[in-house]
């Protein structure tokens, strides 16, 4: 985040089982963003409520999450367009442009070369999966019961299908 400013869009470059959403959410909050992020799931019939979010946040200073860029792959000249034209004299310098999608070949290539790139991948593996959700689980959530230990095991069960199942 640091790297960018109103006119380089943040692109998440999605992979499957990855969800990078909700970590921007929390990312918001902490930033004194939260109630300043407007974001939409991109889709037919979703481009002009897109075009008026990002001119929105132009405006006002908000930061736009255009979810699955990859579904409205029409629109995606009109948002190149977009981020073509930002005019840093004329932005708001809160503004930014947050986008997610799977690879596309079809995505435009101005856009991709004037952004910042991220990906979010899954973690390989049973243990490192395991690993990754028993340290995003607060401690309290275990003993959040009159019975912790039978209360750790069932958790441990489930966090261990949970991975099983991504992992396949």
């Given at each position: ?26 990312y918001a909050e ?125 958790m441990f069960g ?11």
């Open positions: 985040f640091q790297d960018a400013n109103v006119a380089m869009p943040l692109i998440f470059i999605l992979s499957s089982g990855a969800d990078p959403v909700k970590g921007l959410l929390a902490q930033s004194d963003m939260g109630d300043r992020l407007d974001y939409i799931s991109l889709g037919q019939g979703q481009g002009p409520k897109a075009e008026k979010m990002i001119k929105t946040g132009k405006e006002t200073g908000r930061w736009v999450l255009l979810m699955n860029c990859h579904l409205f792959i029409s629109w995606l000249s009109t948002l190149e367009k977009e981020v073509e034209d930002v005019d840093p004299a004329k932005t708001d310098p809160s503004y930014r442009l947050w986008l997610t999608s799977m690879p596309s070949a079809k995505f435009p290539v101005s856009v991709l070369q004037n952004g910042i790139k991220m990906t979010n991948e899954p973690p390989k593996g049973l243990r490192a999966n395991l690993r990754t959700v028993l340290a995003a689980m607060p401690p309290e959530r275990f003993d959040a019961t009159d019975k912790p230990d039978v209360w750790r095991k069932v489930l966090l261990l299908f949970n991975a099983v199942i991504l992992e396949r």
